[in-house]
């Protein structure tokens, strides 16, 4: 004995025999027509720091020398927001930033951002 989902299962394939792909491709061709593109998903980026030719778009910066030039007079810290990830005897610092962090001191009133001086007792 047959259930009553069986029943109408071969029923319905008997009346509508579909193609799957068939109508996935019909599908595609709609919204291709009506200009609507499925992009497929994009790979989520779960990296905190990046160089500085990624990290001043992700700041929200115009240009990576206003990233450098915010290290450089101690608005972004070395150590903190920043870290320098150069090579075994090379001058030349290479940043990373923490993008997160980044943020958080940008949004930070400047009068807030100096350094606390530490209490002499």
Same mark, same amino acid.
């Given at each position: 004995?047959?259930?009553?989902?069986?029943?109408? !299962?071969?029923? /319905?394939? *008997?009346?509508?025999?579909?193609?799957?792909?068939?109508?996935?491709?019909? +599908? #595609?061709?709609v919204?291709?027509?009506?200009?609507?593109?499925?992009?497929?998903?994009?790979?989520?980026?779960?990296?905190?720091?990046?160089?500085?030719?990624?990290?001043?778009?992700?700041v929200?910066?115009?240009? !990576?020398?206003? /990233?450098? *030039?915010?290290?450089?007079?101690?608005?972004?810290?070395?150590?903190?927001? +920043? #870290?320098?990830?150069?090579?075994?005897?090379?001058?030349?610092?290479?940043?990373?930033?923490?993008?997160?962090?980044?943020?958080?001191?940008?949004?930070?009133?400047?009068?807030?951002?100096?350094?606390?001086?530490? !209490?002499?007792?």
């Open positions: 004995m047959t259930t009553l989902h069986q029943e109408m !299962s071969a029923n /319905l394939s *008997k009346v509508l025999p579909i193609d799957i792909e068939l109508t996935k491709e019909a +599908v #595609r061709q919204l291709d027509e009506r200009g609507i593109h499925q992009t497929p998903p994009q790979p989520i980026d779960r990296r905190e720091w990046y160089d500085t030719t990624e990290a001043y778009e992700l929200g910066l115009k240009t !990576s020398d206003q /990233l450098r *030039k915010l290290t450089r007079d101690g608005t972004l810290r070395v150590g903190i927001e +920043v #870290r320098d990830r150069r090579l075994t005897n090379r001058q030349k610092p290479h940043y990373q930033f923490h993008i997160e962090r980044c943020k958080e001191r940008l949004q930070t009133l400047p009068a807030k951002r100096t350094a606390k001086k530490k !209490s002499v007792a």
